[in-house]
């Protein structure tokens, strides 16, 4: 069965740091692109960043550069979403996702993750 299990959200102050973890289940992952997503109250969901199936590359939404990176371990089939200096606009339920799901618009349940002091 495929599955993406998204963790790791919480309560953060504002310059906090959280890692987000998403494993995924049923397909290719050592050969599948991954990405993050995230989706604020009233708001549509948006690209965070993504990764390359090697993990060599990553991209980043403008909005999060220099501050969240992206990283995957093969061996756990787990992509994580580190989010340093976070903000009170990063209050989001945030999500992961690869290509193959997309196009069949299947999405796990996410994580929540608020900025706030």
């Known amino acids: 069965e495929v599955q993406l299990v998204e963790s790791g959200g919480g309560l953060v102050q504002p310059g906090g740091s959280l890692r987000l973890s998403c494993a995924a289940f049923?397909?290719?992952?050592?050969?599948?692109?991954m990405g993050w997503f995230r989706q604020a109250p009233g708001k549509e969901r948006e690209f965070v960043g993504g990764?390359?199936?090697?993990?060599?590359?990553?991209n980043y939404a403008d909005s999060v550069k220099g501050r969240f990176t992206i990283s995957r371990d093969k061996a756990k089939n787990t992509v994580y979403l580190q989010m340093d200096s976070l903000k009170p606009e990063d209050t989001a339920v945030y999500y992961c996702?690869?290509?193959?799901?997309?196009?069949?618009?299947?999405w796990g349940r996410g994580t929540q993750v608020t900025v706030s002091s």
């Open positions: 049923g397909f290719t992952f050592s050969s599948s692109a």
């Open positions: 990764i390359s199936w090697s993990g060599g590359s990553t």
């Open positions: 996702n690869t290509p193959l799901l997309l196009r069949d618009n299947y």
